[in-house]
């Protein structure tokens, strides 16, 4: 982990402890241990709540620690980190020859922990961002709204913790709604998307978190949005208009008809309901001008509507939702008119602001009832028809017919409204209802009148309306014009069914006095072409074998007064229908048509009705088609049953067909059934109902299937959460299989049965493969676990994505670990060089340690491929004796004798060593080396198979006293010399020159009178003793001085002797004699003289005594004293040799 180095002035051997929390000194603590001779720090143990040891290893070395399952790195984060350890350098006082006192140092250090990238993002509270996320419908330009903020967690630290947000769509989803904010996780609504919660409900969102690591992990979280409902739909009626009748002695309280609207927006914003209101066609205001008597100013003026003005005022809506329109008053026999005119308005109740619609409601008034039409299969009848855009004028795209529902010859009359259209237009134009005869039977055919356009409207809404003229009882049918992308006058009747009155028992002629010659009714017809011949209308009553009173009646053909032409008895025929015909007076210019354009329409003369008939349906069994995520409320089918009895009133309800509980509803008035719970098609996927319907005395039931139809909202699911596998590094057998996943969809369709498999996060796409279709997981490319580019363990996604790529997407973790092999030999990466110090005697067998080495095994540090055996190959002798040992398991060297510096063969050494790992088979130390290339400028590294070379270097002690280059110095100094003044320069030397202590001071041996020594640098930057004067007071003649000096580097002292002449200013020193040797005698050795524990201290002197004209003697002795005693006993030399002036012998 770490390794701590003190240093020591001394140059002491030193060792390492830790000290704990009492201060004691140890080598272990729980969680680590510390080399004393080294420093180097290492984890050995852990807390067995926290930990478990893998390996262990009898030697110093540690085994491989790792964290126990369910515990995280971070949790020795948040227990103790940084750990806080003491620990203490001590040195053995080696250096010296006499015993001192220890010294110790302490160090604090601090253990972080490194994180490895092992934890992928997670989002903790993914479950309910589907509860939670919502947005308004509508689109957000500016200023968009935080729709949820996403957070997910990594447990990993530093960068592998931090997370990037980003969102995922399949390949083929263009529409992308929402932004996320990458460092944030806040989800936003796309500025280019329209949110329409009638298209889209809910939006589905996959957020993808990825963390910043080397080798980056991934986490997902899917949810979906839901698109809050804006009140943006009016409701719409099921038909354009709506008509009925009633009998004139008709019953108050009554229910006469049941008007239905539909909105597509929410529930809330679709709360439907109803309430009647006056035609206000009916009703023109006149600001100003003259008035009658009694008249107002603003009044209303009846004018060509005043019949209808208070029509609603018979009716009422007792339910304001259900839509069921009651009589609330009789009608007075008195009163002449023929039919009732009002508005529905359907209002929705939504929020902030309603919207409403209003349709026209027509109710006719005849005399009593029978028996509504029966519409006939046939094959030019179909319910939808497709029909293209460019198809030409008066083509026929429906032909049908209805007969008398009570089985008579009754005729019918038929009428066309045109119901809601897909997109605004003005269908009413478009399409017409023609009667036709044909081998004496009436068809109605719905045409083309003019071109359609598919870019107005894809689809039209038609019903057609069969009336049976003696019962007013209608049955209505409803078709669906599909406008397929592709693309003058008849006359038209005013009204489709012209009615009118005439008493029995009255002649013509009677007839005419008592009603003042007008006539039965009026029949109109309107040609809108130009003025002229073709737009001329002429009448004609048919003679058709329905028309049974063609006879009794006339028309004027050109008015269209139809009149009585006999007497009638209403107990033999209580009404009379009449076929007349209007046409104009060209031929037809219309494609297919010959004679001029023609039309009819029935004129009927009415009496009354009895309600005896049960409700029945058109279909014994009804199939109906719903989304599984359908909201509750939504209608799936309306289904009518129909009444003969026309003033019948018609209430639903549903039932399961075999007993128990069905998550739909039937809405009473009008028969559509609704989903009243959530859907799920895996569960069930068809459901058999049985649909009721009562007028209050008879009951009719049909069949009903429900199809529920599967939606994609099912992620493919992965038969494991992970997949891990243990395989061999560096395997030459690629490509190879390491998986095989399958996933499995619960969503019973085709497509999201179609899955496919793809890879994402580590080494996806180089390393592995996936079959898109088979889900085997393979190797590619050889994988290395070895630093310094392998990994052990590789971590990537699989996803499984439904509807061929397109749809949902499922998630599994994969895990590969990698079986390390001996494929790495250890590696001795630096430079090998060692220290030690000369002279260092071992205390032990063990030698002295000065320096360890250590090679690097990429290897599997848990296997023997890693664990390595140091040895030295080529070692030095002195005597036949190794200087050098290594321990095989740490790599320390130590010295096995005492070294010697100043020897020139103990200088410096070089021996090799090897590191060996125990891998089968062992592998060989290797030293990473360095060439270059002059001759082509280029440099390549070889690696060196076998030992590598450790330089050892004897590091140098001040175990040798220094020496001065004579052993006497002569100098001359003027009298008149200044203070400080130089007078000589002397040097030394000293064997221990890489010596850290080897610096030389100069001194006087004794304090002198006239001079001072100092410690200079000359020229070479080398030490060297200035003698300089002190005192300029001397003696008014020449005379001469003698001094001693020493030169000292450590502990070791040399001295020497100057002796100067000090000669007045006057005199020419150089004239002086005497200066020349005139005889020499060389040093002798008296060893015997020097007690045992002195220091002995060979003197050799010149002695020059320069005054006058006296001879030149010279002496030499042996001065053997104390060392603590130098000073005195110089002293007393100095006094002996020259006192008095007088030369005396000294043995």
Same mark, same amino acid.
């Given at each position: 982990?770490?390794?701590?180095?003190?240093?020591?002035?001394?140059?002491?051997?030193?060792?390492?402890?830790?000290?704990?929390?009492?201060?004691?000194?140890?080598?272990?603590?729980?969680?680590?241990?510390?080399?004393?001779?080294?420093?180097?720090? !290492?984890?050995?143990?852990?807390?067995?709540?926290?930990?478990?040891?893998?390996?262990?290893?009898?030697?110093?070395?540690?085994?491989?620690?790792?964290?126990?399952?369910?515990?995280?790195?971070?949790?020795?984060?948040?227990?103790?980190?940084?750990?806080?350890?003491? %620990?203490?350098?001590?040195?053995?006082?080696? &250096?010296?020859?006499?015993?001192?006192?220890?010294?110790?140092?302490?160090?604090?250090?601090?253990?972080?922990?490194?994180?490895?990238?092992?934890?992928?993002?997670?989002?903790?509270?993914?479950?309910?961002?589907?509860?939670?996320?919502?947005?308004?419908?509508?689109?957000?330009?500016?200023?968009?709204?935080?729709?949820?903020?996403?957070?997910?967690?990594?447990?990993?630290?530093?960068?592998?913790?931090?997370?990037?947000?980003?969102?995922?769509?399949?390949?083929?989803?263009?529409?992308?709604?929402? %932004?996320?904010?990458?460092?944030?996780?806040?989800?936003?609504?796309?500025?280019?998307?329209?949110?329409?919660?009638?298209?889209?409900?809910?939006?589905?969102?996959?957020?993808?978190?990825?963390?910043?690591?080397?080798?980056?992990?991934?986490?997902?979280?899917?949810?979906?949005?839901?698109?809050?409902?804006?009140?943006?739909?009016?409701?719409?009626?099921?038909?354009?208009?709506?008509?009925?009748?009633?009998?004139?002695?008709?019953?108050?309280?009554?229910?006469?008809?049941?008007?239905?609207?539909?909105?597509?927006?929410?529930?809330?914003?679709?709360?439907?309901?109803?309430?009647?209101?006056?035609?206000?066609?009916?009703?023109?205001? !006149?600001?100003?001008?003259?008035?009658?008597?009694?008249?107002? $100013?603003?009044?209303?003026?009846?004018?060509?509507?005043?019949?209808?003005?208070?029509?609603?005022?018979?009716?009422?809506?007792?339910?304001?939702?259900?839509?069921?329109?009651?009589?609330?008053?009789?009608?007075?026999?008195?009163?002449?008119?023929?039919?009732?005119?009002?508005?529905?308005?359907?209002?929705?109740?939504?929020?902030?602001?309603?919207?409403?619609?209003?349709?026209?409601?027509?109710?006719?008034?005849?005399?009593?009832?029978?028996?509504?039409?029966?519409?006939?299969?046939?094959?030019?009848?179909?319910?939808?028809?497709?029909?293209?855009?460019?198809?030409?004028?008066?083509?026929?795209?429906?032909? &049908?017919?209805?007969?008398?529902?009570?089985?008579?010859?009754?005729?019918?009359?038929?009428?066309?409204?045109?119901?809601?259209?897909?997109?605004?237009?003005?269908?009413?134009?478009?399409?017409?209802?023609?009667?036709?005869?044909?081998?004496?039977?009436?068809?109605?055919?719905?045409?083309?009148?003019?071109?359609?356009?598919?870019?107005?409207?894809?689809?039209?809404?038609?019903?057609?309306?069969?009336?049976?003229?003696?019962?007013?009882?209608?049955?209505?049918?409803?078709?669906?014009?599909?406008?397929?992308?592709?693309?003058?006058?008849?006359? /038209?009747?005013?009204?489709?069914?012209?009615?009118?009155?005439?008493?029995?028992?009255?002649?013509?002629?009677?007839?005419?006095?008592?009603?003042?010659?007008?006539?039965?009714?009026?029949?109109?017809?309107?040609?809108?072409?130009?003025?002229?011949?073709?737009?001329?209308?002429?009448?004609?009553?048919?003679?058709?074998?329905?028309?049974?009173?063609?006879? *009794?009646?006339?028309?004027?053909?050109?008015?269209?007064?139809?009149?009585?032409?006999?007497?009638?008895?209403?107990?033999?025929?209580?009404?009379?229908?009449?076929?007349?015909?209007?046409?104009?007076?060209?031929?037809?210019?219309?494609?297919?048509?010959?004679?001029?354009?023609?039309?009819?329409?029935?004129?009927?003369?009415?009496?009354?009705?009895?309600?005896?008939?049960?409700?029945?349906?058109?279909?014994?069994?009804?199939?109906?088609? %719903?989304?599984?995520?359908?909201?509750?409320?939504?209608?799936?089918?309306?289904?009518?049953?129909?009444?003969?009895?026309?003033?019948?009133?018609?209430?639903?309800?549903?039932?399961?067909? /075999?007993?128990?509980?069905?998550?739909?509803?039937?809405?009473?008035?009008?028969?559509?059934?609704?989903?009243?719970?959530?859907?799920?098609?895996?569960?069930?996927?068809?459901?058999?109902?049985?649909?009721?319907?009562?007028?209050?005395?008879?009951?009719?039931?049909?069949? %009903?299937?429900?199809?529920? =139809?599967?939606?994609?909202?099912?992620?493919? +699911?992965?038969?494991?959460?992970?997949?891990?596998?243990?395989?061999?590094?560096?395997?030459?057998?690629?490509?190879?299989?390491?998986?095989?996943?399958?996933?499995?969809?619960?969503?019973?369709?085709?497509?999201?049965?179609?899955?496919?498999?793809?890879?994402?996060?580590?080494?996806?796409?180089?390393?592995?493969?996936?079959?898109?279709?088979?889900?085997?997981?393979?190797?590619?490319?050889?994988?290395?676990?070895?630093?310094?580019?392998? +990994?052990?363990?590789?971590?990537?996604?699989?996803?499984?994505?439904?509807?061929?790529?397109?749809?949902?997407?499922?998630?599994?973790?994969?895990?590969?670990? *990698?079986?390390?092999?001996?494929?790495?030999?250890?590696?001795?990466?630096?430079?090998?060089?060692?220290?030690?110090?000369?002279?260092?005697?071992?205390?032990?067998?063990?030698?002295?340690?000065?320096?360890?080495?250590?090679?690097?095994?990429?290897?599997?540090?848990?296997?023997?491929?890693?664990?390595?055996?140091?040895?030295?190959?080529?070692?030095?002798?002195?005597?036949?004796?190794?200087?050098?040992?290594?321990?095989?398991?740490?790599?320390?060297?130590?010295?096995?004798?005492?070294?010697?510096?100043?020897?020139?063969?103990?200088?410096?050494?070089?021996?090799?060593?090897?590191?060996?790992?125990?891998?089968?088979?062992?592998?060989?130390?290797?030293?990473?080396?360095?060439?270059?290339?002059?001759?082509?400028?280029?440099?390549?590294?070889?690696?060196?198979?076998?030992?590598?070379?450790?330089?050892?270097?004897? *590091?140098?002690?001040?175990?040798?006293?220094?020496?001065?280059?004579?052993?006497?110095?002569?100098?001359?100094?003027?009298?008149?010399?200044?203070?400080?003044?130089?007078?000589?320069? !002397?040097?030394?030397?000293?064997?221990?020159?890489?010596?850290?202590?080897?610096?030389?001071?100069?001194?006087?041996?004794?304090?002198?009178?006239?001079?001072?020594?100092?410690?200079?640098?000359?020229?070479?930057?080398?030490?060297?003793?200035?003698?300089?004067?002190?005192?300029?007071?001397?003696?008014?003649?020449?005379?001469?001085?003698?001094?001693?000096?020493?030169?000292?580097?450590?502990?070791?002292? $040399?001295?020497?002797?100057?002796?100067?002449?000090?000669?007045?200013?006057?005199?020419?020193?150089?004239?002086?004699?005497?200066?020349?040797?005139? &005889?020499?005698?060389?040093?002798?050795?008296?060893?015997?003289? &020097?007690?045992?524990?002195?220091?002995?201290?060979? +003197?050799? *002197?010149?002695?020059?005594?320069?005054?006058? /004209?006296?001879?030149?003697?010279?002496?030499?002795?042996?001065?053997?004293?104390?060392?603590? @005693?130098? @000073?005195?006993?110089?002293? $007393?030399?100095? =006094?002996?040799?020259?006192?008095?002036?007088?030369?005396?012998?000294?043995?």
């Amino acid at each position: 982990m770490c390794s701590f180095q003190a240093r020591d002035p001394d140059r002491d051997q030193v060792e390492y402890a830790f000290v704990d929390k009492n201060g004691k000194e140890t080598y272990e603590t729980t969680l680590f241990h510390i080399d004393k001779d080294t420093g180097i720090l !290492v984890l050995t143990s852990v807390p067995n709540e926290v930990f478990e040891r893998v390996e262990s290893n009898p030697r110093p070395n540690p085994g491989l620690i790792k964290l126990r399952a369910g515990v995280h790195a971070t949790d020795l984060l948040r227990n103790d980190s940084p750990y806080n350890l003491t %620990v203490i350098a001590r040195d053995d006082g080696s &250096c010296c020859s006499t015993e001192s006192a220890q010294h110790t140092a302490l160090a604090t250090v601090l253990i972080g922990i490194e994180d490895v990238n092992n934890n992928k993002p997670e989002f903790h509270a993914c479950a309910s961002y589907g509860e939670m996320a919502k947005i308004q419908e509508g689109v957000y330009k500016k200023d968009p709204p935080v729709i949820i903020k996403v957070e997910a967690t990594d447990e990993d630290s530093s960068s592998n913790g931090q997370i990037v947000y980003s969102l995922y769509y399949a390949q083929s989803e263009s529409r992308k709604p929402f %932004v996320i904010d990458k460092l944030t996780g806040v989800l936003t609504p796309s500025p280019h998307v329209i949110f329409d919660r009638e298209t889209r409900p809910r939006e589905d969102v996959t957020v993808k978190a990825t963390d910043r690591g080397d080798r980056p992990l991934i986490g997902f979280c899917q949810f979906s949005i839901e698109v809050v409902d804006v009140n943006d739909n009016a409701p719409q009626f099921d038909r354009a208009s709506y008509e009925t009748s009633i009998s004139r002695s008709e019953t108050v309280g009554t229910s006469i008809l049941t008007v239905f609207a539909f909105d597509n927006d929410a529930p809330h914003n679709a709360n439907v309901t109803y309430h009647l209101e006056a035609d206000p066609s009916a009703v023109v205001y !006149v600001p100003r001008g003259v008035y009658e008597e009694h008249s107002l $100013e603003n009044a209303a003026i009846r004018s060509l509507g005043e019949e209808f003005q208070d029509d609603a005022s018979f009716f009422r809506i007792l339910n304001e939702h259900s839509g069921e329109i009651t009589l609330m008053k009789p009608i007075p026999r008195n009163l002449k008119k023929d039919k009732f005119v009002f508005n529905v308005v359907a209002d929705d109740n939504g929020i902030p602001e309603a919207q409403r619609t209003t349709v026209q409601v027509t109710i006719k008034i005849h005399e009593k009832q029978q028996a509504a039409p029966r519409w006939q299969t046939s094959p030019d009848c179909k319910k939808e028809v497709t029909v293209v855009e460019n198809t030409e004028m008066n083509k026929v795209l429906l032909r &049908c017919r209805a007969v008398a529902g009570d089985g008579s010859k009754s005729s019918i009359v038929y009428k066309l409204t045109n119901g809601a259209v897909s997109r605004p237009g003005k269908p009413d134009s478009k399409f017409r209802q023609f009667n036709k005869i044909e081998d004496g039977r009436e068809w109605v055919e719905v045409v083309i009148m003019e071109p359609l356009d598919y870019e107005q409207a894809h689809n039209y809404t038609l019903t057609l309306t069969a009336t049976d003229v003696n019962s007013h009882v209608s049955s209505s049918r409803s078709f669906i014009v599909l406008v397929e992308d592709v693309n003058d006058v008849v006359p /038209q009747f005013t009204v489709d069914l012209f009615t009118g009155t005439v008493d029995e028992e009255l002649t013509p002629a009677e007839y005419l006095e008592k009603f003042d010659r007008k006539p039965i009714t009026t029949v109109k017809a309107v040609d809108s072409d130009s003025n002229g011949p073709q737009n001329e209308v002429h009448y004609r009553i048919l003679d058709v074998p329905d028309n049974s009173g063609a006879q *009794l009646f006339r028309i004027d053909e050109l008015t269209g007064e139809i009149w009585p032409n006999a007497k009638f008895d209403r107990e033999q025929k209580d009404m009379y229908i009449l076929t007349v015909e209007a046409r104009d007076n060209l031929p037809s210019a219309l494609p297919g048509a010959t004679g001029p354009n023609k039309d009819n329409v029935k004129v009927q003369i009415v009496i009354g009705d009895v309600n005896d008939n049960a409700p029945s349906f058109d279909e014994p069994k009804y199939v109906g088609k %719903v989304l599984e995520n359908a909201d509750p409320g939504h209608d799936i089918i309306t289904i009518k049953a129909h009444d003969m009895d026309k003033h019948s009133t018609l209430r639903y309800d549903v039932v399961a067909a /075999q007993g128990g509980r069905i998550p739909f509803g039937a809405r009473t008035d009008s028969g559509a059934i609704f989903v009243k719970e959530p859907l799920d098609y895996e569960q069930e996927s068809v459901y058999h109902l049985r649909l009721l319907v009562s007028d209050g005395r008879h009951n009719a039931s049909t069949d %009903v299937f429900i199809y529920v =139809e599967d939606v994609n909202d099912n992620a493919p +699911v992965f038969e494991q959460p992970s997949y891990s596998t243990t395989i061999l590094e560096e395997d030459p057998d690629i490509p190879k299989v390491l998986f095989h996943v399958r996933a499995t969809d619960a969503d019973k369709d085709e497509k999201s049965r179609r899955i496919v498999y793809l890879l994402e996060g580590q080494g996806a796409g180089e390393f592995f493969r996936i079959g898109r279709e088979t889900g085997d997981i393979e190797l590619v490319k050889a994988l290395d676990r070895d630093p310094p580019n392998g +990994v052990p363990t590789w971590n990537f996604i699989v996803q499984a994505i439904d509807d061929d790529g397109r749809g949902l997407i499922g998630y599994a973790d994969v895990q590969v670990n *990698l079986k390390d092999i001996n494929d790495n030999a250890p590696i001795f990466a630096d430079d090998l060089y060692g220290y030690v110090e000369e002279n260092r005697e071992p205390h032990s067998r063990d030698g002295v340690y000065f320096m360890d080495v250590r090679a690097t095994d990429y290897d599997d540090p848990t296997t023997d491929n890693a664990k390595l055996e140091y040895s030295i190959v080529l070692n030095k002798e002195i005597d036949g004796v190794p200087v050098f040992r290594i321990d095989p398991f740490s790599g320390k060297i130590f010295a096995m004798r005492a070294l010697d510096r100043e020897l020139p063969s103990e200088r410096e050494f070089v021996i090799e060593v090897r590191a060996t790992d125990r891998g089968t088979p062992p592998r060989e130390g290797k030293s990473l080396g360095f060439s270059s290339s002059p001759q082509t400028s280029s440099a390549h590294y070889v690696l060196v198979v076998g030992a590598a070379n450790v330089t050892i270097k004897v *590091l140098d002690k001040n175990d040798n006293a220094p020496s001065f280059e004579r052993t006497q110095y002569d100098a001359v100094v003027a009298e008149t010399a200044p203070v400080g003044a130089a007078v000589i320069s !002397v040097s030394a030397t000293d064997p221990d020159d890489e010596a850290i202590d080897n610096l030389f001071t100069y001194t006087l041996a004794d304090d002198s009178k006239y001079f001072y020594m100092t410690t200079d640098r000359d020229s070479s930057d080398s030490y060297v003793g200035v003698l300089r004067v002190k005192r300029v007071s001397f003696f008014s003649k020449d005379f001469q001085v003698t001094d001693k000096f020493s030169a000292g580097s450590g502990l070791w002292i $040399e001295g020497s002797f100057v002796l100067m002449h000090v000669s007045q200013s006057s005199c020419d020193v150089s004239s002086v004699h005497g200066f020349s040797v005139l &005889c020499e005698l060389a040093p002798f050795t008296r060893q015997s003289c &020097c007690a045992t524990g002195s220091m002995c201290l060979f +003197v050799s *002197l010149w002695l020059r005594l320069l005054h006058y /004209q006296r001879n030149l003697c010279r002496i030499q002795f042996i001065l053997a004293f104390e060392p603590w @005693n130098v @000073n005195n006993n110089l002293e $007393e030399l100095s =006094e002996l040799l020259f006192e008095n002036e007088k030369l005396l012998s000294v043995s």
